[in-house]
């Protein structure tokens, strides 16, 4: 858990920028929380927080759901992600993405993640996502 | 604008950015494409967005490469703009689905956006977008992205 958490510190400054914090992890699964902030406002007339801050909310998750399904720290690169948002947030209160690597081969990590606002069964977003290791 | 004057909602920035393409007031006002240095250019008679290159975009120290969030960021942040300036809605459009494909990684600098509207309707609209660095026919990420577009 500590050693993933480094990557939401200053070797991953973007997830820093819009502080992003690692929750809890599993074999192949993470959690990510992103705080309300104003300055993540994409929408000053309702206060909603702007898609791409979810974007990135959510490759974090899933990049990171993909580095404890290998078990150690490999360059990792998105190849593709795909979101669907499934109700408006409501503003004032923070982002929790669940992602999980179901599925990894040698190569490419299969991952699939939900944004949820505290109640699990109410998602905000669902997503999936393919990322491969880079040559190392 | 005087400071004595009451700031002009969204909608009514919108109608006056779109006459006097003073983008930078549009993307000021919103908080997050100010935090992201998201901003609307119209370069030899085209629309296009920049992202101006900070540190705080970087999502790989070691190569260094952009966040693939950042790119996201700006693809959507684009065809919102797009949206919003050339066609009549006045209202942010809410994004009900994207899709992005990263290409190349993002190097640390400046990356640019290109939105096309491939379909608009009443209540929908499908956009395509590209994003590249340096040479525009090798594009880092591309996205689709479907919007719901509230009544004016």
Redesign the interface.
């Known amino acids: 858990m500590e050693r993933c958490s480094l990557f939401y510190t200053d070797i991953v400054p973007h997830n820093h920028a819009l502080g992003l914090k690692l929750l809890d992890i599993g074999p192949a699964e993470a959690v990510v929380e992103l705080p309300y902030a104003d300055f993540l406002v994409g929408n000053p007339e309702t206060g909603v927080i702007a898609g791409g801050a979810v974007t990135t909310l959510i490759d974090a998750a899933c990049g990171s759901a993909v580095i404890l399904r290998f078990g150690r720290f490999l360059p990792l690169v998105t190849l593709d992600l795909r979101i669907d948002y499934l109700r408006p947030a409501r503003p004032g209160i923070s982002l929790t993405a669940v992602a999980e690597c179901y599925r990894a081969t040698r190569q490419v990590a299969f991952v699939r993640a939900l944004v949820h606002q505290g109640d699990k069964s109410n998602p905000v977003a669902s997503a999936q996502g393919t990322f491969m290791r880079l040559e190392e | 604008m005087s400071d004595t004057q009451p700031s002009p909602?969204?909608a009514e920035l919108v109608l006056q950015v779109r006459k006097t393409r003073e983008y930078s007031r549009l993307t000021d006002?919103?908080?997050?494409?100010?935090?992201?240095g998201i901003g609307v250019e119209h370069l030899a008679g085209e629309m296009l967005c920049r992202m101006t290159y900070t540190?705080?975009?970087?999502?790989?120290?070691?190569?260094p490469a952009?966040?693939?969030?950042?790119l996201?960021?700006?693809l959507?942040?684009s065809a919102?703009f797009e949206l919003l300036l050339q066609t009549e809605t006045q209202?942010?459009p809410?994004?009900?689905?994207?899709?992005?494909?990263?290409l190349r990684?993002g190097k640390a600098q400046d990356t640019f956006a290109k939105a096309f509207i491939t379909r608009q309707g009443r209540r929908v609209a499908n956009v395509r977008v590209e994003a590249w660095q340096d040479d525009r026919t090798r594009p880092i990420a591309s996205a689709n992205a479907l919007f719901l577009l509230s009544e004016p």
Request: some cysteine.
């Open positions: 909602t969204l006002a919103i908080p997050y494409a100010r935090f992201m540190p705080k975009l970087i999502g790989n120290s070691f190569l952009l966040h693939g969030g950042t996201g960021a700006l959507e942040c919102i209202r942010v809410k994004v009900i689905s994207l899709t992005v494909d990263f990684s």
